[in-house]
């Protein structure tokens, strides 16, 4: 089974759209999807915005469905240059870019505690990630066939916080302190439940506003069109599975 996490409505709204339901079920305040898409078993959750939310949507998800894969799909704010509004961002790894125990002597963005203390950055799981680039690739060719613009993919760090960043300064900051080509809030809460749970995942970002710009302006502009390129390739890696 596949599990897929979204932060939003408009991020899942694709995703949920063609699944055959067999149950609906409600824990944490979460109301998780179960069913089938494309013949495949699949549970879907809209975990709400925020590292708390998505680690107990995500443990939830483990205790009570026991997914093979768990997928985080949704949009993401730019840090690199390279990227435009739409791009694509498969993560290869994530940190918590707000947490700081430094005083601790840990280095930025490092877990302490509870024997978590290794972690910094999360590294997704190299199986998912060729997965989800096969299906890239799947995705790109059906474009060209019909004669849609293929979809740009990128790979890299992608930092999370409970911080919504909307400017170019904090932006060039996060880029410079952990190498991280998009920011978000809830991929790497997901990848440390994960992690401790040695359950697979992956996390596919769509780009909603680029590194020069102010979030705030383009996030309500760009979302929905971002948040559909992460939902296309998400139908062809549960197609695929």
Same mark, same amino acid.
């Given at each position: 089974? #596949?599990?897929?996490?979204?932060?939003?409505?408009?991020e899942?709204?694709?995703?949920?759209?063609?699944?055959?339901?067999?149950?609906? !079920?409600?824990?944490?305040?979460v109301?998780?999807v179960?069913?089938?898409?494309?013949g495949?078993?699949?549970?879907?959750?809209?975990?709400?915005?925020? @590292?708390?939310?998505?680690?107990?949507?995500? +443990? #939830?998800?483990?205790?009570?469905?026991?997914?093979?894969?768990?997928l985080?799909?949704g949009?993401?704010?730019?840090?690199?240059?390279s990227?435009?509004? !739409?791009?694509?961002?498969?993560?290869? +790894?994530?940190?918590?870019?707000?947490?700081?125990?430094?005083a601790?002597?840990?280095?930025?963005?490092?877990?302490?505690?509870?024997?978590t203390?290794?972690?910094?950055?999360f590294?997704?799981?190299?199986?998912?990630?060729?997965?989800?680039?096969?299906s890239?690739?799947?995705?790109?060719?059906?474009?060209?066939?019909?004669?849609?613009?293929?979809?740009?993919?990128?790979?890299? #760090?992608?930092?999370?916080?409970?911080?919504?960043?909307?400017?170019?300064? @904090?932006?060039?900051?996060?880029?410079?302190?952990?190498?991280?080509m998009?920011?978000?809030?809830?991929?790497?809460?997901?990848?440390?439940?994960?992690?401790?749970? @040695?359950?697979?995942?992956?996390?596919?970002?769509?780009?909603?506003?680029?590194?020069?710009?102010?979030? @705030?302006?383009?996030?309500?502009?760009?979302?929905?069109?971002?948040a559909?390129?992460?939902?296309?390739?998400?139908?062809?890696?549960?197609?695929?599975?």
């Open positions: 089974m #596949t599990g897929v996490i979204c932060a939003m409505e408009i899942m709204k694709n995703i949920r759209e063609g699944m055959t339901v067999t149950s609906e !079920k409600e824990y944490a305040g109301k998780f179960e069913g089938k898409k494309f495949k078993d699949i549970v879907v959750a809209v975990c709400g915005v925020g @590292k708390v939310f998505a680690a107990i949507c995500t +443990q #939830t998800m483990i205790d009570n469905y026991k997914p093979d894969i768990i985080n799909v949009v993401a704010g730019g840090l690199s240059s990227l435009d509004v !739409k791009d694509v961002v498969i993560a290869d +790894q994530l940190i918590q870019h707000d947490m700081d125990a430094t601790l002597g840990c280095k930025k963005g490092e877990i302490y505690g509870a024997g203390s290794s972690y910094r950055y590294p997704a799981n190299s199986y998912v990630i060729d997965r989800i680039k096969e890239a690739e799947i995705v790109n060719s059906e474009r060209k066939k019909a004669g849609r613009e293929p979809l740009r993919i990128f790979t890299g #760090t992608v930092a999370s916080g409970d911080l919504f960043v909307s400017d170019k300064e @904090k932006k060039a900051e996060l880029r410079d302190e952990f190498q991280a998009a920011c978000e809030m809830e991929g790497a809460a997901i990848a440390q439940v994960c992690c401790v749970n @040695k359950v697979r995942f992956g996390v596919i970002r769509a780009i909603s506003d680029s590194a020069d710009e102010g979030s @705030k302006m383009d996030f309500g502009v760009f979302c929905k069109e971002a559909d390129n992460s939902a296309e390739l998400v139908d062809m890696f549960i197609k695929r599975s």
